[in-house]
């Protein structure tokens, strides 16, 4: 198993048993406020606290990892595009390596351009390169703005160099023409239902038709 970890952050290589395998694979650069380095040396962290590896993915081939943080460095200089917070990298890492490949691709989040308050929930494979990513806010219920599957493929870039998303669903208002929310609190609407939830952090491919959406305890 191959884990994301939020803190540092690092990579994590575990056996079925539970066994970590490997040390951590660190990031060449982002830097926690959690991680050992930086609790030795105070304000030397380049990441904002709980912003590290939300989302890990395997490519379909098996032989390549796409790590994903939550958000932007906080050093504007080490940042994909300096001056735009909403731009985060995707780092490419080869699991056979145990190391980071130095591909990185550029993923611009909705939101503000400074300040940003968009993260990145999850991130899955659904076929050859193309992924689908969660972007969500951090507000609930009615308060809640953004809550969306996004779809990219990693071929295809604008004149930027950023990956071209295509908005798949918004999870605020979904279809829902059977009416499953029935008289739910809170519905959109008669034919709507809504994943108003602060953390929207998992989606699974199911099958060619079929994605599965979760949210974690809080």
């Known amino acids: ?53 939300e989302s890990l993915a395997l490519n379909e081939a098996g032989d390549r990892l796409y790590a994903v943080p939550e958000g932007a460095p906080t050093v504007d200089a080490l940042r994909p595009v300096p001056g735009d917070e909403r731009v985060i990298g995707i780092y490419e890492i080869d699991p056979a390596a145990k190391a980071y490949t130095g591909v990185v691709y550029k993923y611009r989040k909705d939101g503000s351009q400074t300040g940003n308050s968009i993260v990145i929930g999850d991130t899955t494979n659904v076929g050859g390169n193309k992924y689908v ?10 308060n809640a703005v953004v809550k969306r599957l996004y779809l990219i493929d990693l071929d295809v870039v604008d004149a930027d160099g950023i990956l071209v998303k295509k908005l798949l669903v918004d ?29 929207i952090e998992s989606v699974r491919k199911l099958d060619d038709h079929t994605l599965a959406v979760a949210i974690d305890t809080n």
């Open 171 to 199: 999870l605020l208002h979904i279809s829902d023409p059977l009416d499953i929310a029935g008289d739910l609190a809170g519905a959109p609407g008669p034919d709507e239902f809504s994943m108003p939830f602060d953390s």
């Open 133 to 142: 990513l969660i972007e969500r806010d951090s507000l609930f219920g009615a």
């Open 1 to 53: 198993y191959w884990v994301g970890e939020e803190f540092g952050p690092y990579v994590l290589h575990f056996g079925a048993d539970g066994t970590l395998l490997d040390e951590p694979i660190p990031h060449p650069f982002l830097k926690s406020p959690g991680h050992p380095a930086v609790i030795a040396q105070p304000g030397t962290q380049t990441l904002g606290g709980s912003r590290g590896f």
